[in-house]
Protein backbone atom coordinates (compact mmCIF):
# COMPACT_ATOMS: atom_id res chain seq x y z
CA UNK A 1 0.00 0.00 0.00
CA UNK A 2 1.24 3.12 -1.06
CA UNK A 3 1.99 6.15 1.82
CA UNK A 4 0.48 8.99 1.27
CA UNK A 5 2.69 12.00 1.39
CA UNK A 6 2.78 14.82 2.72
CA UNK A 7 1.13 18.55 0.91
CA UNK A 8 3.25 21.10 -0.04
CA UNK A 9 1.96 24.36 2.24
CA UNK A 10 2.13 27.06 -0.38
CA UNK A 11 4.37 30.07 0.57
CA UNK A 12 3.05 32.24 3.35
CA UNK A 13 5.11 35.49 2.18
CA UNK A 14 7.09 37.73 4.57
CA UNK A 15 6.02 37.76 7.95
CA UNK A 16 5.36 41.28 9.27
CA UNK A 17 7.39 43.81 11.02
CA UNK A 18 5.08 45.30 13.24
CA UNK A 19 2.17 44.19 15.50
CA UNK A 20 -1.06 45.85 14.88
CA UNK A 21 -3.27 46.89 18.16
CA UNK A 22 -6.54 48.01 19.17
CA UNK A 23 -7.60 49.77 22.09
CA UNK A 24 -10.68 48.23 24.34
CA UNK A 25 -12.58 49.66 27.05
CA UNK A 26 -13.94 47.33 29.50
CA UNK A 27 -16.05 46.96 33.06
CA UNK A 28 -13.42 46.27 35.34
CA UNK A 29 -15.53 43.21 36.38
CA UNK A 30 -15.30 41.81 32.92
CA UNK A 31 -11.76 41.95 32.37
CA UNK A 32 -10.98 38.14 32.94
CA UNK A 33 -14.27 37.24 31.45
CA UNK A 34 -12.58 38.94 27.56
CA UNK A 35 -9.30 37.21 28.76
CA UNK A 36 -10.58 34.05 28.86
CA UNK A 37 -12.51 34.59 26.24
CA UNK A 38 -9.80 36.12 23.73
CA UNK A 39 -7.18 33.35 24.75
CA UNK A 40 -9.96 30.57 24.03
CA UNK A 41 -10.04 31.84 20.32
CA UNK A 42 -7.69 29.99 18.87
CA UNK A 43 -4.53 32.39 19.52
CA UNK A 44 -6.28 35.28 17.10
CA UNK A 45 -5.03 37.99 19.40
CA UNK A 46 -3.10 38.74 23.18
CA UNK A 47 -4.36 42.00 25.60
CA UNK A 48 -2.61 43.56 28.04
CA UNK A 49 -3.84 45.86 30.35
CA UNK A 50 -2.97 49.37 29.87
CA UNK A 51 -5.02 51.30 32.64
CA UNK A 52 -6.23 49.01 35.29
CA UNK A 53 -8.57 51.95 36.62
CA UNK A 54 -10.45 52.56 33.42
CA UNK A 55 -9.65 48.90 32.84
CA UNK A 56 -8.48 49.57 29.46
CA UNK A 57 -6.57 47.03 27.90
CA UNK A 58 -4.84 46.97 24.54
CA UNK A 59 -5.36 44.09 22.02
CA UNK A 60 -2.45 43.23 20.41
CA UNK A 61 -2.33 40.73 16.72
CA UNK A 62 -1.08 40.14 13.47
CA UNK A 63 -1.80 42.48 10.67
CA UNK A 64 -2.67 39.96 8.71
CA UNK A 65 -5.75 39.45 11.25
CA UNK A 66 -7.25 42.15 11.27
CA UNK A 67 -10.37 41.08 9.89
CA UNK A 68 -10.49 38.25 12.11
CA UNK A 69 -9.87 40.52 15.05
CA UNK A 70 -12.69 42.81 13.94
CA UNK A 71 -15.13 40.08 13.78
CA UNK A 72 -14.33 38.79 16.74
CA UNK A 73 -14.46 42.07 18.72
CA UNK A 74 -18.32 42.55 16.83
CA UNK A 75 -19.50 39.07 18.67
CA UNK A 76 -17.83 39.78 21.92
CA UNK A 77 -20.16 43.08 22.30
CA UNK A 78 -22.83 40.29 22.75
CA UNK A 79 -21.05 38.95 25.56
CA UNK A 80 -19.44 41.53 27.31
CA UNK A 81 -19.77 45.00 26.62
CA UNK A 82 -16.87 46.64 25.51
CA UNK A 83 -16.28 50.08 23.52
CA UNK A 84 -13.14 50.35 20.81
CA UNK A 85 -11.45 53.55 21.59
CA UNK A 86 -9.55 53.52 18.22
CA UNK A 87 -9.28 50.83 15.58
CA UNK A 88 -6.17 51.56 13.04
CA UNK A 89 -6.75 53.09 9.85
CA UNK A 90 -6.84 49.92 7.13
CA UNK A 91 -4.01 49.33 5.20
CA UNK A 92 -4.83 51.49 2.19
CA UNK A 93 -5.80 54.49 4.49
CA UNK A 94 -2.38 53.93 6.84
CA UNK A 95 0.47 56.00 5.92
CA UNK A 96 3.61 54.80 5.41
CA UNK A 97 5.62 54.56 8.44
CA UNK A 98 9.27 55.50 8.14
CA UNK A 99 11.73 52.30 8.26
CA UNK A 100 14.12 51.96 11.11
CA UNK A 101 17.65 51.23 11.30
CA UNK A 102 18.71 49.74 13.97
CA UNK A 103 21.52 52.00 15.74
CA UNK A 104 17.90 54.50 15.50
CA UNK A 105 19.71 56.38 12.53
CA UNK A 106 17.19 57.40 10.05
CA UNK A 107 17.44 55.57 6.71
CA UNK A 108 18.98 56.98 3.89
Known amino acids: M????PRKRPPLGEPPR???RVYVALRREDVGLF???LEA??????MTIVDK?????AVVYSPHQERAVRDYLDRM???????????????D???D?????TNGEKPQ
Do not use: H, M
Not at 2 to 5: K, M, P
Not at 41 to 46: C, I
Not at 53 to 57: C, G, I, M, N, P
Open 2 to 5: ARNR
Open 18 to 20: YAS
Open 35 to 37: RFL
Open 41 to 46: EDNLAY
Open 53 to 57: WAAVA
Open 77 to 91: RGTVPLRIINFPARK
Open 93 to 95: ERP
Open 97 to 101: RPERT
